[in-house]
């Protein structure tokens, strides 16, 4: 009788593990993919790094346009951005185009990326967020 | 067996020593030339003019201290110390001609007297020369330089890389003609004594130029000539015309030599070193491969990218005889040129015979970036050129506010 409780407490352990532990963003298929976007379409500008180009393109490291509001961040990927604004006391000239082209996957996949590589830890971003930035016009 | 531990030992101590005492300030340059830092640590130091004396003035593109000119002079130790700082105005430009100094803003042109000490009169006060340049926040800067004429030569960079409906987005296409044009990139000449002069009320010298950092006044040919940045991002922009590799090399960094109404053709084409042409851009009905037979030459064409920032022709005879009338270029460096490896962060020269270029360029000083040849990760990135009037080369750096003096001891 003993041995069947031992082997049902450590099935029950086993699942409770398994389920508190999920798996690190930077091993997830959207991660991934996230960083071949970033290669194909952001890397040039933005440099395999993260860390931009001094005085023309701001660096995506530990910023809170990239670990902050997720709208707006969406927002610049789908509309680009052409404002001068100051970023930790920098300008930065060259404008950004519009990426509305890529797919709702494609940039929940490529901003969950850069919001988790380069020194940056934040939260992910899905399709459906991505979905409702691109609904408003 | 023993001989050969030893000889490992002391070449990592040889290696180690010269990693500490770096010699020629950590540049790699040419045998018989010596490299000091002069100084460090001002920020983005862009531009540079030397006094007769051999004081150091320069041009900051961010304020230090509140300040956007520093005076650098000489001590009784010959080590140069902050000696003055002044103009509240950010900017790249700086050049001395005849007991003025000449500065500029990103939209104005400012000269201060000089007295025969090569020191600024009266810094509060500076004859407002020119006024109103265009600063839309792309390609801002305003570079300046003057003839033996009493004329002053300023670029107005284009706002925008290659003139698209939309700015760096994929497939759009370009304006025609392209409206830019009418008030900036192009060179604007104006009189060195005028004052609050305009666009409108100067003369319009050349056209087509999409951005001019690095330019200077060859007095053998008596003529501008300007160093180009090319158009960024072909790739990006016509990824069915272009593969990254191409887009890495391409389009050349030109030099030109300029005369009142020169077209060197931006945007409507840019330079093939690889194949000597003048290709027409895609944004304009190219196909990577159309050429076209308008528009100025380069004088001579360099990879792409490598964002030239200082032009200095070497009138000094303290060189060797092969540098005398050649082109020094400052190579800020490249950004866009993965997949391959960044380039420039370097001083090149060509030689001139004659008053043209003979082809055949070479580095002459390297190594300004360090371990980290990448915009955010170079050490320094060579900007400004300047020559003394006893013949020595001086860089100045933009990143970690940095002057290097070159000079030819012959060991």
């Known amino acids: ?137 | 067996m023993n001989k050969i531990l030893s000889f490992i030992v002391l070449m990592f101590v040889g290696i180690f020593s010269i990693a500490q005492n770096k010699p020629d300030a950590g540049l790699i340059i040419p045998k018989g030339f010596t490299a000091v830092k002069l100084v460090e640590g001002y920020g983005k130091v862009r531009h540079i003019a030397i006094t007769k004396q051999g004081n150091i003035y320069v041009k900051l593109n961010k304020l230090y201290q509140g300040k956007g000119i520093l005076y650098f002079k000489k001590d009784a130790t010959q080590k140069y110390v902050l000696s003055n700082s002044f103009g509240n105005y950010k900017g790249t430009g700086i050049y001395i001609k005849d007991n003025y100094l000449y500065t500029s803003s990103d939209e104005e042109v400012f000269r201060y007297q000089l007295n025969d000490k090569g020191e600024v009169i009266n810094s509060n006060a500076p004859e407002k020369i020119i006024t109103g340049l265009p600063n839309k926040g792309e390609h801002e800067s305003k570079s300046i330089v003057l003839d033996n004429n009493g004329n002053i030569y300023v670029n107005v960079g284009a706002y925008s890389n290659s003139c698209q409906e939309k700015d760096r987005e994929k497939g759009s296409m370009g304006m025609k003609p392209c409206p830019i044009l009418e008030e900036a990139g192009g060179i604007w000449q104006f009189k060195a004594s005028g004052n609050n002069q305009t666009e409108e009320s100067g003369t319009h010298y050349a056209t087509g130029l999409r951005n001019v950092v690095g330019l200077d006044w060859n007095t053998q040919t008596n003529s501008l000539f300007v160093m180009q940045h090319g158009r960024d991002q072909l790739h990006d922009i016509f990824p069915d015309l272009y593969d990254t590799k191409q887009s890495a090399e391409l389009p050349s960094e030109c030099m030109y030599e300029l005369h009142k109404g020169t077209n060197c053709g931006w945007p409507y084409i840019y330079y093939d070193h690889q194949v000597n042409k003048k290709i027409v851009a895609p944004e304009y009905g190219g196909d990577g491969k159309k050429s076209t037979d308008e528009y100025q030459n380069p004088s001579i064409a360099f990879p792409g990218h490598l964002a030239p920032n200082g032009l200095l022709f070497y009138t000094g005879n303290k060189f060797p005889s092969k540098y005398n009338n050649g082109a020094f270029i400052a190579f800020h460096g490249s950004w866009n040129r993965a997949p391959l490896p960044q380039e420039g962060y370097y001083i090149a020269f060509v030689p001139f015979v004659n008053g043209k270029p003979t082809g055949q360029w070479e580095v002459f000083a390297n190594g300004f970036a360090g371990a980290t040849k990448t915009p955010h990760g170079a050490a320094h990135r060579p900007c400004g050129l300047a020559q003394d009037a006893e013949g020595a080369l001086y860089v100045t750096d933009d990143t970690n506010g940095a002057i290097f003096k070159i000079v030819y001891t012959g060991k």
């Open chain 1, 1 to 137: 009788m003993k041995i069947p409780i031992i082997i049902l407490a450590i099935t029950c352990f086993t699942i409770a593990f398994a389920q508190t532990k999920t798996k690190p963003v930077t091993q997830t298929d959207t991660y991934k993919r996230g960083k071949g976007v970033y290669t194909k379409v952001c890397l040039s500008c933005h440099m395999e790094d993260g860390g931009g180009v001094p005085r023309l393109n701001p660096p995506l490291i530990k910023t809170t346009y990239v670990s902050g509001d997720k709208k707006k961040l969406i927002s610049i990927v789908l509309n680009g951005m052409t404002d001068r604004i100051p970023i930790d006391d920098e300008y930065y000239s060259n404008n950004m185009a519009s990426h509305k082209d890529l797919s709702d996957q494609q940039i929940a996949d490529v901003l969950t990326y850069i919001r988790n590589s380069f020194g940056n830890k934040a939260s992910i971003v899905t399709i459906a967020e991505v979905k409702a930035v691109r609904a408003i016009r």
